[in-house]
């Protein structure tokens, strides 16, 4: 059983930047695709990125390409989601999930994913 530990997030200003982390206790990411995901009050879970099990591939929604990246340290057994240029649309809880796959794959599926952090809030405003 893996157990999705999730930091960071919080109270920030618009145009700011954040990065939010998740780890994995007493386990080892190294083996797992993650994806980050965000719900919106009011909203369903969406994805908004995810990263390949040894990190060669990542993928975005359009909605935040450019400003999101996504990042694995398997070192550190961490993945981050640094966010630039914060707008208030980017208020919600974020998510990360994780899914035993081999190199490669990752999805911006919910149902893709057999474990989830606990989630983080990140909100925009000034």
């Known amino acids: 059983q893996l157990k999705l530990v999730q930091s960071g997030g919080g109270l920030v200003q618009p145009g700011e930047s954040l990065t939010i982390s998740c780890g994995a206790a007493?386990?080892?990411?190294?083996?797992?695709?993650v994806g980050w995901f965000r719900q919106a009050p009011g909203k369903g879970r969406v994805g908004v990125a995810c990263?390949?099990?040894?990190?060669?591939?990542?993928y975005y929604s359009e909605s935040v390409k450019g400003r999101f990246t996504i990042s694995r340290d398997d070192a550190e057994n961490t993945v981050r989601l640094q966010i630039i240029r914060l707008e208030p649309e980017d208020t919600a809880t974020y998510y990360c999930?994780?899914?035993?796959?081999?190199?490669?794959?990752?999805?911006?599926?919910?149902?893709?994913?057999?474990?989830w952090g606990q989630g983080t809030q990140v909100t925009v405003s000034s």
């Open positions: 990263i390949s099990r040894g990190g060669q591939e990542a």
């Open positions: 007493e386990s080892t990411l190294e083996h797992y695709a």
């Open positions: 999930a994780a899914v035993e796959r081999g190199p490669g794959y990752c999805s911006r599926v919910t149902n893709a994913y057999d474990y």
